[in-house]
Protein backbone atom coordinates (compact mmCIF):
# COMPACT_ATOMS: atom_id res chain seq x y z
CA UNK A 1 0.00 0.00 0.00
CA UNK A 2 2.65 2.73 0.78
CA UNK A 3 4.59 1.32 -2.04
CA UNK A 4 1.58 2.00 -4.42
CA UNK A 5 0.80 5.53 -2.40
CA UNK A 6 4.67 6.77 -3.55
CA UNK A 7 3.88 5.31 -6.84
CA UNK A 8 0.54 7.54 -7.28
CA UNK A 9 1.24 10.63 -5.65
CA UNK A 10 5.28 11.40 -5.18
CA UNK A 11 7.05 10.02 -8.19
CA UNK A 12 5.03 12.12 -10.17
CA UNK A 13 5.72 15.01 -7.87
CA UNK A 14 8.91 14.37 -8.74
CA UNK A 15 8.49 14.11 -12.56
CA UNK A 16 7.10 17.55 -12.55
CA UNK A 17 9.51 19.32 -10.76
CA UNK A 18 12.31 17.77 -13.16
CA UNK A 19 10.33 18.90 -15.87
CA UNK A 20 9.73 22.44 -14.50
CA UNK A 21 13.54 23.06 -13.93
CA UNK A 22 14.54 21.55 -16.68
CA UNK A 23 12.43 24.01 -18.74
CA UNK A 24 12.80 27.05 -17.00
CA UNK A 25 14.19 30.02 -18.07
CA UNK A 26 15.18 33.64 -16.52
CA UNK A 27 11.96 35.20 -16.63
CA UNK A 28 9.22 32.88 -16.74
CA UNK A 29 6.85 33.59 -14.41
CA UNK A 30 6.22 31.44 -11.21
CA UNK A 31 3.12 29.92 -10.26
CA UNK A 32 2.46 32.79 -8.04
CA UNK A 33 3.61 35.59 -10.89
CA UNK A 34 0.98 38.36 -10.58
CA UNK A 35 -1.34 38.56 -14.64
CA UNK A 36 0.95 40.92 -16.42
CA UNK A 37 4.62 39.12 -15.66
CA UNK A 38 3.21 36.99 -18.76
CA UNK A 39 4.96 37.51 -22.09
CA UNK A 40 3.41 39.32 -24.79
CA UNK A 41 2.31 37.53 -28.38
CA UNK A 42 5.36 38.59 -30.17
CA UNK A 43 7.80 36.36 -30.81
CA UNK A 44 10.97 38.01 -30.25
CA UNK A 45 14.54 38.62 -31.96
CA UNK A 46 17.75 39.90 -30.26
CA UNK A 47 21.01 41.62 -31.94
CA UNK A 48 23.97 43.13 -30.61
CA UNK A 49 25.61 46.75 -32.10
CA UNK A 50 29.01 48.21 -31.94
CA UNK A 51 28.35 52.23 -32.00
CA UNK A 52 30.52 54.93 -31.21
CA UNK A 53 29.39 58.69 -30.07
CA UNK A 54 32.22 61.40 -31.43
CA UNK A 55 33.76 63.79 -29.90
CA UNK A 56 32.70 63.01 -26.31
CA UNK A 57 35.21 64.78 -23.03
CA UNK A 58 37.57 62.09 -21.86
CA UNK A 59 37.36 62.93 -18.43
CA UNK A 60 39.84 60.06 -17.50
CA UNK A 61 42.76 61.95 -19.46
CA UNK A 62 41.15 65.50 -19.07
CA UNK A 63 42.25 68.24 -16.78
CA UNK A 64 41.43 71.80 -16.28
CA UNK A 65 44.31 72.84 -18.31
CA UNK A 66 43.38 70.30 -21.11
CA UNK A 67 40.94 68.84 -22.04
CA UNK A 68 40.76 65.25 -24.50
CA UNK A 69 38.32 64.18 -26.89
CA UNK A 70 37.42 60.74 -28.18
CA UNK A 71 34.68 58.51 -29.96
CA UNK A 72 33.16 56.88 -27.21
CA UNK A 73 32.37 53.52 -27.62
CA UNK A 74 29.53 51.54 -26.34
CA UNK A 75 28.09 47.98 -27.04
CA UNK A 76 24.24 47.50 -27.43
CA UNK A 77 21.98 44.58 -26.69
CA UNK A 78 18.55 45.22 -29.08
CA UNK A 79 15.73 43.32 -28.67
CA UNK A 80 12.78 43.51 -30.73
CA UNK A 81 9.52 41.95 -31.66
CA UNK A 82 10.60 39.27 -34.94
CA UNK A 83 9.30 36.89 -37.37
CA UNK A 84 10.57 33.37 -37.65
CA UNK A 85 9.26 29.87 -38.35
CA UNK A 86 7.43 27.56 -35.81
CA UNK A 87 10.20 24.96 -35.95
CA UNK A 88 12.91 27.77 -34.93
CA UNK A 89 14.05 27.81 -31.76
CA UNK A 90 13.28 31.27 -29.22
CA UNK A 91 16.05 30.54 -27.30
CA UNK A 92 19.69 32.38 -27.47
CA UNK A 93 22.61 31.64 -25.63
CA UNK A 94 24.14 35.05 -23.20
CA UNK A 95 27.63 35.08 -22.75
CA UNK A 96 28.51 36.78 -19.75
CA UNK A 97 31.60 37.49 -16.89
CA UNK A 98 31.37 37.32 -13.05
CA UNK A 99 34.09 38.46 -10.57
CA UNK A 100 35.24 42.04 -9.97
CA UNK A 101 38.02 44.29 -11.77
CA UNK A 102 39.29 45.57 -8.18
CA UNK A 103 39.63 42.62 -6.28
CA UNK A 104 42.59 39.89 -6.86
CA UNK A 105 40.16 37.23 -5.25
CA UNK A 106 37.20 37.84 -7.72
CA UNK A 107 38.75 36.98 -10.84
CA UNK A 108 36.50 37.48 -14.29
CA UNK A 109 35.40 34.57 -14.53
CA UNK A 110 32.89 34.10 -18.18
CA UNK A 111 29.98 32.28 -18.15
CA UNK A 112 26.88 31.58 -19.97
CA UNK A 113 23.26 31.39 -19.90
CA UNK A 114 20.09 30.98 -21.99
CA UNK A 115 17.22 33.29 -22.99
CA UNK A 116 14.05 32.79 -24.86
CA UNK A 117 14.75 35.10 -27.94
CA UNK A 118 16.28 33.90 -31.63
CA UNK A 119 19.69 35.80 -32.45
CA UNK A 120 19.75 37.87 -35.30
CA UNK A 121 16.09 37.15 -36.41
CA UNK A 122 14.28 39.27 -39.39
CA UNK A 123 12.04 42.11 -37.26
CA UNK A 124 7.98 41.82 -37.55
CA UNK A 125 7.28 45.31 -38.26
CA UNK A 126 3.59 44.30 -38.86
CA UNK A 127 2.33 45.72 -35.91
CA UNK A 128 4.91 49.03 -35.56
CA UNK A 129 6.36 51.14 -35.50
CA UNK A 130 7.13 50.03 -31.65
CA UNK A 131 7.83 52.76 -28.63
CA UNK A 132 11.30 52.79 -27.71
CA UNK A 133 12.66 51.31 -24.15
CA UNK A 134 16.43 52.18 -23.12
CA UNK A 135 17.81 50.29 -20.32
CA UNK A 136 20.90 51.52 -18.42
CA UNK A 137 23.19 49.09 -15.97
CA UNK A 138 24.53 50.27 -12.78
CA UNK A 139 28.40 50.28 -11.65
CA UNK A 140 29.44 47.73 -12.14
CA UNK A 141 26.70 45.67 -14.55
CA UNK A 142 26.17 44.75 -18.04
CA UNK A 143 23.70 45.33 -20.97
CA UNK A 144 22.60 41.59 -19.89
CA UNK A 145 21.79 41.54 -16.39
CA UNK A 146 18.09 42.35 -17.18
CA UNK A 147 17.03 39.87 -19.60
CA UNK A 148 14.07 38.84 -18.11
CA UNK A 149 12.32 42.16 -18.41
CA UNK A 150 14.45 42.89 -21.83
CA UNK A 151 12.56 40.18 -23.19
CA UNK A 152 9.37 40.01 -21.78
CA UNK A 153 9.18 43.80 -22.69
CA UNK A 154 10.36 43.00 -26.43
CA UNK A 155 7.46 40.28 -26.62
CA UNK A 156 4.72 42.99 -25.58
CA UNK A 157 5.40 44.87 -28.68
CA UNK A 158 8.86 47.24 -27.79
CA UNK A 159 12.10 47.84 -28.93
CA UNK A 160 14.64 47.64 -26.01
CA UNK A 161 18.00 49.00 -26.25
CA UNK A 162 19.98 47.74 -23.42
CA UNK A 163 23.68 49.88 -23.12
CA UNK A 164 26.82 48.65 -22.02
CA UNK A 165 28.36 51.53 -20.24
CA UNK A 166 31.93 52.23 -21.36
CA UNK A 167 34.17 52.25 -17.80
CA UNK A 168 31.45 51.09 -16.03
CA UNK A 169 30.57 47.26 -17.04
CA UNK A 170 32.22 44.45 -15.14
CA UNK A 171 35.07 43.80 -17.89
CA UNK A 172 36.30 47.36 -18.53
CA UNK A 173 34.96 49.40 -15.26
CA UNK A 174 37.31 52.59 -14.76
CA UNK A 175 37.31 55.14 -12.46
CA UNK A 176 34.07 56.58 -11.75
CA UNK A 177 34.08 59.81 -12.93
CA UNK A 178 33.86 58.44 -16.40
CA UNK A 179 30.25 56.91 -14.75
CA UNK A 180 29.10 60.00 -13.27
CA UNK A 181 29.50 62.25 -16.27
CA UNK A 182 28.67 59.59 -18.94
CA UNK A 183 25.77 57.99 -17.71
CA UNK A 184 22.82 60.46 -18.92
CA UNK A 185 25.01 61.41 -21.83
CA UNK A 186 25.20 57.74 -22.94
CA UNK A 187 20.99 57.77 -22.72
CA UNK A 188 20.63 60.65 -24.98
CA UNK A 189 23.16 59.38 -27.37
CA UNK A 190 21.79 56.19 -28.12
CA UNK A 191 18.10 58.04 -28.05
CA UNK A 192 19.76 59.52 -31.12
CA UNK A 193 21.37 56.49 -32.69
CA UNK A 194 18.04 54.63 -32.56
CA UNK A 195 16.06 57.82 -34.09
CA UNK A 196 18.82 58.04 -36.86
CA UNK A 197 18.82 53.65 -37.38
CA UNK A 198 15.07 54.24 -37.55
CA UNK A 199 15.72 56.54 -40.64
CA UNK A 200 18.44 54.41 -42.57
CA UNK A 201 17.44 52.18 -45.31
CA UNK A 202 20.41 49.80 -44.20
CA UNK A 203 19.47 49.21 -40.66
CA UNK A 204 17.60 46.62 -39.70
CA UNK A 205 15.23 49.14 -37.36
CA UNK A 206 14.08 51.16 -40.27
CA UNK A 207 11.12 51.97 -39.44
CA UNK A 208 10.55 50.11 -36.19
CA UNK A 209 10.70 52.19 -33.54
CA UNK A 210 8.33 55.19 -32.71
CA UNK A 211 11.40 57.44 -30.76
CA UNK A 212 8.18 60.08 -29.80
CA UNK A 213 7.33 57.59 -27.64
CA UNK A 214 10.64 56.25 -25.53
CA UNK A 215 10.93 54.84 -21.94
CA UNK A 216 14.21 54.59 -20.04
CA UNK A 217 15.09 52.01 -17.12
CA UNK A 218 17.94 52.37 -14.74
CA UNK A 219 19.23 50.76 -12.33
CA UNK A 220 21.56 52.03 -9.33
CA UNK A 221 24.09 54.39 -11.20
CA UNK A 222 21.62 53.56 -14.39
CA UNK A 223 19.06 55.17 -12.18
CA UNK A 224 21.21 58.24 -10.96
CA UNK A 225 21.38 58.58 -14.82
CA UNK A 226 17.90 58.57 -15.63
CA UNK A 227 16.78 60.87 -12.31
CA UNK A 228 19.04 63.64 -14.21
CA UNK A 229 17.33 62.69 -17.99
CA UNK A 230 13.84 63.10 -16.17
CA UNK A 231 15.10 66.80 -15.45
CA UNK A 232 16.97 66.41 -11.72
CA UNK A 233 20.04 68.76 -12.36
CA UNK A 234 22.93 67.91 -10.05
CA UNK A 235 23.49 69.75 -7.24
CA UNK A 236 26.69 72.63 -6.95
CA UNK A 237 28.36 69.54 -4.02
CA UNK A 238 28.51 66.90 -7.25
CA UNK A 239 30.00 69.24 -9.56
CA UNK A 240 32.55 70.32 -7.08
CA UNK A 241 32.97 67.06 -6.01
CA UNK A 242 33.15 65.49 -9.70
CA UNK A 243 36.11 68.73 -10.56
CA UNK A 244 38.57 67.60 -7.51
CA UNK A 245 38.09 63.70 -8.51
CA UNK A 246 39.27 64.42 -12.10
CA UNK A 247 42.03 66.53 -11.75
CA UNK A 248 39.74 70.17 -12.61
CA UNK A 249 37.72 69.15 -15.35
CA UNK A 250 34.10 70.94 -15.20
CA UNK A 251 32.80 68.83 -17.52
CA UNK A 252 29.88 67.96 -14.95
CA UNK A 253 28.92 71.35 -14.56
CA UNK A 254 26.75 71.41 -18.11
CA UNK A 255 24.24 68.45 -16.50
CA UNK A 256 23.77 70.84 -13.40
CA UNK A 257 20.75 72.42 -12.07
CA UNK A 258 20.14 75.66 -13.54
CA UNK A 259 22.74 75.59 -16.15
CA UNK A 260 21.03 76.91 -19.67
CA UNK A 261 23.25 73.51 -21.87
CA UNK A 262 21.09 71.15 -19.07
CA UNK A 263 17.88 72.72 -19.53
CA UNK A 264 18.42 73.00 -23.08
CA UNK A 265 18.85 68.90 -23.41
CA UNK A 266 15.55 67.77 -21.87
CA UNK A 267 14.21 65.72 -24.16
CA UNK A 268 10.64 65.33 -24.47
CA UNK A 269 10.83 61.79 -26.31
CA UNK A 270 11.58 60.52 -23.35
CA UNK A 271 7.77 59.94 -21.69
CA UNK A 272 8.32 57.64 -18.99
CA UNK A 273 11.12 56.35 -16.17
CA UNK A 274 11.83 54.00 -14.37
CA UNK A 275 14.19 54.60 -11.60
CA UNK A 276 15.39 51.24 -9.61
CA UNK A 277 17.21 51.74 -6.69
CA UNK A 278 18.62 54.84 -8.00
CA UNK A 279 22.17 55.79 -6.33
CA UNK A 280 23.14 59.57 -5.05
CA UNK A 281 21.06 61.32 -3.09
CA UNK A 282 22.85 60.01 0.14
CA UNK A 283 25.78 61.61 -1.42
CA UNK A 284 23.88 64.98 -1.88
CA UNK A 285 23.72 64.41 -5.99
CA UNK A 286 20.46 66.19 -5.89
CA UNK A 287 19.15 68.75 -3.88
CA UNK A 288 15.76 70.02 -3.82
CA UNK A 289 15.84 72.52 -6.30
CA UNK A 290 17.14 70.01 -8.64
CA UNK A 291 14.57 67.14 -7.50
CA UNK A 292 11.51 69.60 -8.45
CA UNK A 293 13.33 69.77 -12.39
CA UNK A 294 11.94 66.19 -12.80
CA UNK A 295 8.82 66.59 -14.98
CA UNK A 296 8.68 62.87 -16.68
CA UNK A 297 6.42 60.44 -15.06
CA UNK A 298 8.70 58.07 -13.29
CA UNK A 299 8.53 54.61 -11.55
CA UNK A 300 10.64 54.07 -8.60
CA UNK A 301 11.70 50.60 -7.67
CA UNK A 302 13.41 50.22 -4.05
CA UNK A 303 14.17 47.39 -1.11
CA UNK A 304 13.28 48.96 1.98
CA UNK A 305 17.09 47.78 3.47
CA UNK A 306 18.71 49.04 0.43
CA UNK A 307 22.44 49.46 1.59
CA UNK A 308 24.23 51.24 -1.54
CA UNK A 309 21.38 53.34 -2.14
CA UNK A 310 19.93 53.74 0.78
CA UNK A 311 16.02 53.77 1.21
CA UNK A 312 14.74 56.87 3.78
CA UNK A 313 17.58 58.66 2.70
CA UNK A 314 17.74 57.94 -0.58
CA UNK A 315 15.11 56.25 -2.78
CA UNK A 316 12.06 57.51 -1.21
CA UNK A 317 13.57 60.78 -0.46
CA UNK A 318 14.23 61.26 -4.06
CA UNK A 319 10.16 59.90 -4.89
CA UNK A 320 9.45 62.46 -1.82
CA UNK A 321 11.38 65.51 -3.56
CA UNK A 322 10.25 64.91 -7.09
CA UNK A 323 7.24 66.90 -6.11
CA UNK A 324 6.16 68.29 -10.00
CA UNK A 325 6.28 65.17 -11.81
CA UNK A 326 3.81 62.21 -11.98
CA UNK A 327 5.64 59.57 -9.51
CA UNK A 328 4.94 55.92 -7.74
CA UNK A 329 6.78 54.07 -5.50
CA UNK A 330 6.88 50.28 -5.46
CA UNK A 331 8.82 49.10 -2.49
CA UNK A 332 9.96 45.46 -1.69
CA UNK A 333 9.84 45.07 2.36
CA UNK A 334 13.74 44.19 3.93
CA UNK A 335 15.14 43.75 0.47
CA UNK A 336 18.46 45.10 -0.11
CA UNK A 337 20.01 46.96 -3.48
CA UNK A 338 19.82 44.36 -6.27
CA UNK A 339 15.96 44.61 -7.39
CA UNK A 340 16.65 44.54 -10.91
CA UNK A 341 18.79 42.17 -12.04
CA UNK A 342 18.44 38.43 -13.35
CA UNK A 343 18.25 35.57 -10.49
CA UNK A 344 21.22 33.58 -10.08
CA UNK A 345 22.42 30.96 -12.44
CA UNK A 346 23.99 27.96 -10.80
CA UNK A 347 27.43 29.11 -12.55
CA UNK A 348 27.44 31.95 -9.46
CA UNK A 349 26.44 29.41 -7.11
CA UNK A 350 29.29 27.18 -8.15
CA UNK A 351 30.79 26.14 -4.68
CA UNK A 352 34.07 28.08 -3.65
CA UNK A 353 33.79 31.14 -5.73
CA UNK A 354 32.90 34.91 -3.51
CA UNK A 355 29.76 35.17 -1.89
CA UNK A 356 29.22 38.17 -3.85
CA UNK A 357 29.31 36.69 -6.85
CA UNK A 358 26.07 34.92 -5.63
CA UNK A 359 24.43 38.53 -3.79
CA UNK A 360 25.09 40.38 -7.09
CA UNK A 361 21.99 38.17 -8.37
CA UNK A 362 20.01 37.40 -5.36
CA UNK A 363 18.57 38.86 -2.16
CA UNK A 364 18.61 37.08 1.19
CA UNK A 365 14.59 38.29 1.80
CA UNK A 366 13.12 37.81 -1.50
CA UNK A 367 13.32 35.11 -4.36
CA UNK A 368 14.79 36.55 -6.80
CA UNK A 369 12.35 35.32 -9.68
CA UNK A 370 9.53 36.69 -7.61
CA UNK A 371 10.87 40.29 -7.45
CA UNK A 372 11.53 39.31 -11.59
CA UNK A 373 8.16 39.07 -11.94
CA UNK A 374 6.54 41.46 -9.93
CA UNK A 375 8.49 44.18 -12.03
CA UNK A 376 7.66 42.77 -15.10
CA UNK A 377 4.13 43.18 -14.10
CA UNK A 378 4.06 47.10 -12.54
CA UNK A 379 6.91 48.19 -15.32
CA UNK A 380 4.38 46.99 -17.81
CA UNK A 381 1.19 47.96 -16.57
CA UNK A 382 3.38 51.41 -16.05
CA UNK A 383 4.74 51.51 -20.05
CA UNK A 384 1.71 50.47 -21.22
CA UNK A 385 -0.11 53.45 -19.96
CA UNK A 386 2.08 55.88 -20.86
CA UNK A 387 3.98 54.54 -24.32
CA UNK A 388 0.84 52.80 -25.38
CA UNK A 389 -2.14 54.95 -23.71
CA UNK A 390 -3.54 51.51 -22.35
CA UNK A 391 -6.05 52.75 -19.95
CA UNK A 392 -7.19 49.34 -18.60
CA UNK A 393 -3.98 48.92 -16.92
CA UNK A 394 -4.75 51.72 -14.76
CA UNK A 395 -6.25 49.77 -11.83
CA UNK A 396 -2.58 48.13 -11.65
CA UNK A 397 -1.20 51.38 -10.27
CA UNK A 398 -4.11 52.87 -8.48
CA UNK A 399 -2.69 52.80 -5.12
CA UNK A 400 -5.60 53.90 -3.33
CA UNK A 401 -7.22 51.07 -4.20
CA UNK A 402 -4.68 48.79 -3.64
CA UNK A 403 -4.57 49.66 0.01
CA UNK A 404 -8.14 48.55 0.07
CA UNK A 405 -7.42 45.11 -1.92
CA UNK A 406 -6.28 41.72 -0.74
CA UNK A 407 -4.91 40.61 -2.77
CA UNK A 408 -4.18 43.58 -5.15
CA UNK A 409 -5.18 43.82 -8.46
CA UNK A 410 -3.48 41.47 -10.95
CA UNK A 411 -2.16 39.24 -8.02
CA UNK A 412 -3.42 35.61 -7.07
CA UNK A 413 -4.70 35.70 -3.13
CA UNK A 414 -2.59 35.25 -0.29
CA UNK A 415 0.56 36.86 -3.03
CA UNK A 416 0.26 40.57 -2.26
CA UNK A 417 2.47 40.46 0.66
CA UNK A 418 5.45 41.97 1.52
CA UNK A 419 5.05 44.97 -0.81
CA UNK A 420 4.31 48.67 -0.57
CA UNK A 421 2.53 50.79 -3.26
CA UNK A 422 2.52 54.68 -3.42
CA UNK A 423 1.47 57.32 -5.80
CA UNK A 424 1.32 60.56 -5.88
CA UNK A 425 0.81 63.36 -8.34
CA UNK A 426 2.49 66.84 -9.19
CA UNK A 427 2.45 69.54 -7.07
CA UNK A 428 2.43 72.21 -10.11
Not at 121 to 143: E, F, N
Amino acid sequence: MKKSLFCLFILPLISYSQTFTNSFYIGDPLPDAPILAARGKHKVGVKTLQVKNPGQIDVLNSSKDETVLYDRPLTLEIWYPAAFQADEAEEVIYEQVMGNFSDPNRPLIPFTFKGRARRDAKPDGSQGPYPLVIVSHGYTGSRLLFTYLTENLASKGYVVVSIDHTDSTFQDANAFTSTLLNRSLDDLFVLNEIDRMNSDSNSFLKDLVDTENTALIGYSMGGYGAVNIAGGGYSEKVVQFFTYASKGSNALEKRKMGNPEFLASFDKRFKAVVAMAPWGMGNEVWDAEGLKGVRIPTLFVAGSKDDISGYEKGVKAIYQGAVNCERYLLTYIDARHNIAPNPPTEDVMAPGLHIDEYLRYADSVWDQRRINNINQHFITAFLGIKLKNKTAYLPYLDAKTLETQDPWEGFLPRTSIGLEFRMDSPEE
